[in-house]
C-alpha cells in the first residue's frame, strides 16, 4: 500500500475541505479523527474513489506517512492540541513535522515549538484563512515555527493555497516559533475591524438614510467595483439582497449579539503588552462586547434619551463621503495592524517581511482586497516604513477622504447614531499627526499624585524631574517611571 504524502488529524468543515484541496493537487493524503465514524464516513462520501487513506487509530495514521511525516492538527485550539501533541510524539521518528493549522494563541505555539524541538522533532504554527471555501479552492496560508521544516512542507502549501496575479501564492514562510500564528492573528484583528466598519457604513445608511436593504445592496454592488472591492463587502452585498421565505430581507430578522471566538480579543492585549495604539481592532472587539448585552440594552433603551435622526442633505453625496471615510478608516485599521507586527517582531526577534504579509492576505483569506498590492508596494519601496498612513499613496488616499471622513463621523454622532470604529479611526490619525498632545498636563498629573516625574522639552530626553506641587511634599521620587 502506498504512503501518504501529509496526515491530517481533525474532519471538521475546515479538516475535510483541506483534505480535498490537498489530494486534488495530487497528494495522498492519511486522516483520522477522535470520533471515528467521521473518518469511515467521509472516506465513503466526499473522499470515494481518492486519495485517501483512512485510519482507526492514532498508531496506524502515523504508520500511513511517508518520511520524514507531516501530521497536521485541524482541531479545536488549547488542550486538545497539546493532548494530541503528546499522544503523537512517542510514534514519531527524529526530524518529522507536527503542523498545528488551528487558531492557537501565538504564546502557545511559542511553547509548542520549543518542547516538539527538544523531541528532536519539528514544529509548524500555520494560520489558515478563508473558511470553508478558502480550505476547498484555496486559503491563505500563514506557516510559522522551526525554519528546517519550511523546505518539507512548502510544496504542499504553496500547491494548495489561493493564488494572486502571475500564479504567485498566497503563503510563504512567516518566521520562527509563534509568527505564523501572531501573523493570523492581527489578520482576524484587521477582520474584526473591517467587519465593524462595513455594520457601521450599513447603520448610517439604515438610520440616517432611511434606506432599504435592497438600495444598500446596490450601494455595497458598486462599491465592490471601486478601490473597496473586497470579500467582506462583495459577501455583505449578497447578503443585503437575501431574502426570507416570506421575501423580506433576512439580515433584519437575525438578531443583533455578535459572537466571538477571541482572536480579536488576543490582537487587543498582544497590543496593549507592546504598548501599541490599535484603537480600531479594539473598538471592534468591545462593540461585539456591547452588542452582546441585548437585555440590558433594550432595558436602557426606554430611559436613556438621544437626539430625533434627521437628515437634509443631498442623500448621493452623502454615501460617497460614507465610502471615503469607510476607505479611510479601514486604511487606519492595517496601518495599525501593521504597526503592532512591527513591534512584535522587535520584541520576539522575528524577521517578517510586510510586503509578503500583505501579499499572503491578497487572495483566499476573508480580509482579502485588491488595496493589499498596495501595501506590498509599500513596503517593497521603503522596508522601513514606520507607518501605513506615511507611505505617499495611502497619505494621498487620506487627503482625498479626510472632508468626507469628517462629515460623516459629525453627521452621525450629531445624529445620535453610534459608530465606534469609524470615529476612534479619525481620532487616530488625528492623534497620530498631532505634533503636540495633552500628555504634559497628564504627566503633571501623574508627578502631582504619584511623584512619577516627568520630562521637559528644555531638557534632553532621558532627563527626569520631580517638582513638590504643594509644598507639602518631599523632594523624593518614584523609580517606576516608564516612557
Given at each position: 500500500m502506498s504512503k501518504a504524502d501529509i496526515g491530517l488529524v481533525g474532519l471538521a468543515v475546515m479538516g475535510e475541505?483541506?483534505?480535498?484541496?490537498?489530494?486534488?493537487?495530487?497528494?495522498?493524503?492519511?486522516?483520522?479523527?477522535?470520533?471515528?465514524?467521521?473518518?469511515?464516513?467521509f472516506v465513503e462520501g466526499r473522499g470515494?474513489?481518492?486519495?485517501?487513506?483512512?485510519?482507526?487509530?492514532?498508531?496506524?495514521?502515523?504508520?500511513?506517512?511517508?518520511?520524514?511525516?507531516?501530521?497536521?492538527?485541524?482541531?479545536?485550539?488549547?488542550?486538545?492540541?497539546?493532548?494530541f501533541i503528546e499522544q503523537v510524539i512517542p510514534l514519531l521518528d527524529k526530524g518529522d513535522i507536527i503542523i498545528d493549522g488551528g487558531n492557537s494563541h501565538f504564546p502557545d505555539t511559542n511553547r509548542r515549538t520549543e518542547y516538539v524541538e527538544s523531541k528532536g522533532l519539528r514544529y509548524i504554527g500555520t494560520g489558515v484563512s478563508g473558511g470553508e471555501e478558502g480550505a476547498l479552492k484555496g486559503p491563505s496560508i500563514m506557516?510559522?515555527?522551526?525554519?528546517?521544516?519550511?523546505?518539507?512542507?512548502?510544496?504542499?502549501?504553496?500547491?494548495?493555497?489561493?493564488?494572486?496575479?502571475?500564479?504567485?501564492?498566497?503563503?510563504?514562510?512567516?518566521?520562527?516559533k509563534g509568527a505564523g500564528h501572531f501573523v493570523k492573528m492581527i489578520h482576524n484583528g484587521i477582520e474584526y475591524g473591517d467587519m465593524q466598519l462595513i455594520c457601521e457604513a450599513y447603520q448610517i445608511m439604515k438610520v440616517l438614510l432611511g434606506m432599504s436593504a435592497d438600495e444598500m445592496h446596490e450601494v455595497f454592488k458598486e462599491w465592490n467595483e471601486t478601490e473597496l472591492d473586497s470579500y467582506l463587502i462583495e459577501i455583505t452585498r449578497d447578503i443585503l439582497a437575501f431574502k426570507d421565505t416570506d421575501g423580506s430581507p433576512l439580515v433584519e430578522k437575525i438578531l443583533d449579539t455578535a459572537g466571538q471566538k477571541g482572536t480579536g480579543k488576543w490582537t487587543g492585549v498582544a497590543a496593549l503588552d507592546l504598548?501599541?495604539?490599535?484603537?480600531?481592532?479594539?473598538?471592534?472587539?468591545?462593540?461585539?462586547?456591547?452588542?452582546?448585552?441585548?437585555?440590558?440594552?433594550?432595558?436602557?433603551?426606554?430611559?436613556?434619551?438621544?437626539?430625533?435622526?434627521?437628515?437634509k442633505g443631498d442623500k448621493a453625496v452623502f454615501i460617497k463621503q460614507l465610502k471615503y471615510a469607510l476607505y479611510a478608516s479601514k486604511l487606519v485599521s492595517y496601518a495599525q495592524g501593521f504597526t503592532l507586527m512591527q513591534a512584535a517582531a522587535k520584541?520576539?526577534?522575528?524577521?517578517?517581511?510586510?510586503?509578503?504579509?500583505?501579499?499572503?492576505?491578497?487572495?483566499?483569506?476573508?480580509?482579502?482586497?485588491?488595496?493589499?498590492g498596495k501595501i506590498k508596494e509599500a513596503f517593497d519601496t521603503n522596508p522601513d516604513l514606520s507607518n501605513l498612513l506615511l507611505d505617499p499613496y495611502f497619505k494621498g488616499i487620506i487627503d482625498n477622504a479626510q472632508d468626507g471622513w469628517r462629515q460623516v463621523v459629525a453627521t452621525a454622532s450629531l445624529n445620535g447614531i453610534p459608530i465606534p470604529t469609524l470615529s476612534t479611526a479619525l481620532?487616530?490619525?488625528?492623534?497620530?499627526?498631532?505634533?503636540?498632545?495633552?500628555?504634559?498636563?497628564?504627566?503633571?498629573?501623574?508627578?502631582?499624585?504619584g511623584a512619577h516625574m516627568y520630562e521637559r522639552i528644555d531638557k534632553p530626553r532621558g532627563e527626569f524631574f520631580h517638582t513638590n506641587w504643594t509644598g507639602r511634599g518631599g523632594d523624593t521620587a518614584s523609580s517606576t517611571y516608564v516612557v
Open positions: 475541505n483541506l483534505v480535498l484541496n490537498m489530494e486534488s493537487n495530487g497528494f495522498t493524503v492519511a486522516v483520522f479523527n477522535r470520533s471515528t465514524d467521521k473518518v469511515e464516513k470515494k474513489g481518492k486519495n485517501i487513506i483512512g485510519t482507526y487509530n492514532v498508531e496506524e495514521f502515523v504508520s500511513s506517512l511517508k518520511t520524514p511525516r507531516k501530521v497536521m492538527l485541524m482541531v479545536k485550539a488549547g488542550p486538545v492540541v497539546d493532548a506557516p510559522g515555527g522551526s525554519p528546517s521544516a519550511w523546505p518539507e512542507v512548502k510544496p504542499i502549501f504553496q500547491a494548495i493555497s489561493a493564488k494572486v496575479e502571475g500564479g504567485v501564492p498566497c503563503c510563504e514562510w512567516v518566521g520562527e504598548g501599541i495604539p490599535l484603537t480600531l481592532i479594539g473598538e471592534s472587539v468591545f462593540a461585539r462586547c456591547l452588542s452582546a448585552i441585548k437585555d440590558e440594552r433594550v432595558a436602557a433603551s426606554k430611559i436613556l434619551t438621544g437626539t430625533d435622526v434627521s437628515f520584541e520576539y526577534s522575528w524577521d517578517l517581511n510586510y510586503g509578503e504579509i500583505a501579499l499572503m492576505w491578497r487572495g483566499g483569506c476573508i480580509i482579502r482586497s485588491v488595496f493589499l481620532s487616530y490619525y488625528d492623534g497620530l499627526r498631532s505634533e503636540r498632545l495633552p500628555a504634559n498636563l497628564l504627566q503633571a498629573q501623574r508627578d502631582y499624585f
